[in-house]
């Protein structure tokens, strides 16, 4: 498996516009989880997907952010606006679930909104 | 929520030394896992690790979840190891939610 794929590695927008940030999992994960990483607050959990439903969205910021998971097999972030708050790595993370192993992080998506 | 603290935050080492970093958090866990952020930024799972003792290579990890703590043992570090280790833990009832701490920042040195 190739692990879990993010895209794109590295963005850079103006302030306002649209941001889509995209994950694919491992096969057969039925946890999908978004993260963001910023120097100031650590690595902070934003939304989780069991089964391709959203369990717990309490992390999303504000309603600038949402996330989907369409299929199984991938999902979107989306931030609209933009702000240069929300400039961060962006992390997807998968895992077969609890007792049966661990996470798998994506590569990252580094974000700056000028 | 749980509370997830690591210990020492920062850690310099010659290369060959052998370290142990802690994790002390605050309630029932079904579940703690340790990563490590290399200095390109990739996190790497290490240990899937609730309870009881595990070893890979040169790194050996334990956890004493009647304690509330787990240790990560690094022996004869290499300069390969630098970068950021977290300890992350899913409390109880909080099905396969993580909470990391604020990770020790280590550095190996020739």
Same mark, same amino acid.
């Given at each position: ?20 940030? @995209?994950? =694919? ?15 100031? @607050? ?25 996330? =989907? ?8 972030? =989306? ?36 | ?110």
């Amino acid at each position: 498996d190739a692990g879990v794929i993010q895209s794109p590695r590295h963005e850079v927008t103006e302030m306002g516009q649209e941001v889509t940030l @995209r994950c =694919k999992p491992i096969s057969g994960h039925d946890y999908l989880f978004w993260y963001r990483q910023t120097m100031m @607050r650590g690595l902070e959990l934003l939304i989780y997907f069991n089964n391709n439903v959203p369990i717990d969205d309490s992390g999303m910021p504000e309603d600038r952010f949402s996330a =989907k998971m369409p299929n199984a097999s991938f999902s979107t972030l =989306k931030i609209q606006p933009s702000e240069p708050r929300d400039s961060a790595v962006y992390f997807c993370a998968s895992s077969p679930g609890q007792a049966f192993g661990g996470y798998t992080f994506g590569s990252g998506t580094r974000l700056t909104v000028v | 929520g749980i509370q997830v603290e690591q210990s020492p935050p920062d850690l310099i080492l010659q290369e060959g030394a052998n370290s142990t970093l802690r994790c002390n958090f605050s309630d029932s866990v079904n579940n703690l896992q340790w990563f490590h952020q290399n200095p390109w930024g990739q996190l790497i799972n290490l240990f899937y690790i609730p309870s009881g003792t595990k070893q890979n290579g040169r790194l050996s990890a334990t956890t004493v979840a009647t304690e509330r703590y787990s240790l990560l043992y690094i022996s004869s570090s290499q300069t390969t190891d630098s970068g950021v280790y977290f300890c992350a833990v899913e409390a109880d009832g909080t099905a396969s939610k993580l909470t990391f701490g604020t990770g020790t920042r280590l550095q190996v040195t020739l």
